[in-house]
């Protein structure tokens, strides 16, 4: 019998631009396709020590089974380890259609004074971004912009700090160092709040609050709603990336 084809993991060369490097992610990424079965093939638990998570990464590679938001972010951080000019933080949006709330997540990049992001999703055009945008206010209100394309409200948007270089690092990923509830904003304000933190960011002087206490995290986690996260690991995710 004919076995499927396991796209080639991307090999950084000494010749290829940061920009170029980061498309080969995300044509990698998209050949594992996007995960529309309903079933979560890998259990990310958002908790779980850095190096936990490049665990599954690695077993992403080796699986090259179709994957959804929040694994590609894990993938995105993976492949992109050892190259400290490129800087990775999460980005999470919380939209409204239709009566119902959603959740999508993508890796924010930064390298070279420029920001772009690398991600899956069902739109196209909620995934990767290419490293242009000067400030991260453009970039987040890139992915606004597009989301208005599908009449998806934007309710809330959270930034990460960077994640560490070291894969086996045993902290946890910050992932919402900053919320904001952007459709409470007007748009001034939510630059204003962006430039500040990524500013802050650029001078590494923001410390994770979760760094040293994971149960810290997951009791300060209690604004999520509780049925969202009673839901089974393997099901959980399979709603965020509804956009």
Known sequence: CVQPSVPPVPNYKLS??????????????????????GTQFFEIRKTRPLSGLMETA????RESLPIKCLEAVILGIYLTNGQPSV??????????????????????????GRYGSLGMSRRSDLMDKPLTYRTLSDLIFEFEDSYKKYLHSVKKV??????????????????????LNVSKMMRTEVRKELEKFA???????????????????????KSLSPRRRQASPQRRPCRRDKS
């Open 87 to 112: 800087e990775r933080f999460p980005i999470s949006f919380k939209t409204h259609f239709s009566g119902n709330y959603f959740h999508h997540v993508v890796l924010g990049i930064y390298c070279n």
């Open 158 to 179: 959270k930034i990460g700090l960077y994640v560490p270089h070291e894969p086996h690092s045993f902290q946890p990923i910050e992932w919402k160092q900053l919320v």
């Open 58 to 61: 690695k077993e992403m590679t």
């Open 16 to 37: 290829m631009s940061i920009p170029e490097w980061l498309q080969a992610i995300q044509t990698y990424m998209k050949m594992l396709q996007y995960n529309h079965t």
């Open 199 to 221: 500013r802050d960011m650029r001078m590494k002087i923001l410390k994770p609050s979760s760094a040293h206490s994971p149960m810290k995290e997951r009791s300060r986690g």
